[in-house]
């Protein structure tokens, strides 16, 4: 049997005390009602120099990430943008079993992209330059 992977790492940097509090009951909230509408957060983090790491390396909830950050932006940086990168993987060789993303965050949506696996890229590109 193989197992699947989904990995993302990414630094919110240069964060106020105001945010970074914030960001500590946010986490601390969700983590602590894992059964309830509040929700499981589905990722890992760290706070480390001004900054929020938030990653996880086996599985874990990119929704949960994004709605995060979108609700960060829209009470402390309402013109910012926070984007990532996803990667799917496989401990076997599986067809399909590899691909990956990105994300944009913004205080009012949050919009992923590129949510196919490189070989479907791949043939989608060669399509339009061969006119198919």
Same mark, same amino acid.
């Not at 909230?29 to 120099?49: A, V």
């Not at 913004?106 to 061969?130: G, Q, V």
């Given at each position: 049997?193989?197992?699947?992977?989904?990995?993302? @790492?990414?630094?919110?940097?240069?964060?106020?005390?105001?945010?970074?509090?914030?960001?500590?009951?946010?986490?601390?909230?969700?983590?602590?009602?894992?059964?309830?509408?509040?929700?499981?957060?589905?990722?890992?983090?760290?706070?480390?120099?001004?900054?929020?790491?938030?990653?996880?390396?086996?599985?874990?909830? !990119?929704?949960?990430?994004?709605?995060?950050?979108?609700?960060?932006? @829209?009470?402390?940086?309402?013109?910012? !943008? !926070?984007?990532?990168?996803?990667?799917?993987?496989?401990?076997?060789?599986?067809?399909?079993?590899?691909?990956?993303?990105?994300?944009?965050? @913004?205080?009012?949506?949050? !919009?992923?992209?590129?949510?196919?696996?490189?070989?479907?890229?791949?043939?989608?590109?060669?399509?339009?330059?061969?006119?198919?």
């Amino acid at each position: 049997m193989a197992d699947y992977y989904t990995n993302i @790492s990414l630094m919110v940097d240069d964060l106020s005390q105001d945010e970074e509090d914030w960001l500590q009951e946010y986490i601390s909230t969700h983590e602590e009602n894992p059964d309830e509408e509040i929700g499981y957060l589905g990722f890992s983090y760290d706070f480390q120099d001004k900054g929020l790491w938030i990653y996880f390396d086996t599985s874990g909830s !990119i929704d949960s990430v994004a709605d995060m950050l979108q609700e960060f932006l @829209s009470v402390f940086r309402p013109t910012d !943008i !926070i984007t990532f990168c996803w990667s799917d993987s496989c401990s076997k060789p599986r067809l399909d079993a590899y691909s990956g993303g990105a994300v944009a965050v @913004s205080s009012k949506k949050w !919009i992923a992209e590129n949510t196919y696996t490189t070989a479907e890229k791949l043939e989608k590109r060669l399509a339009r330059k061969l006119g198919k």
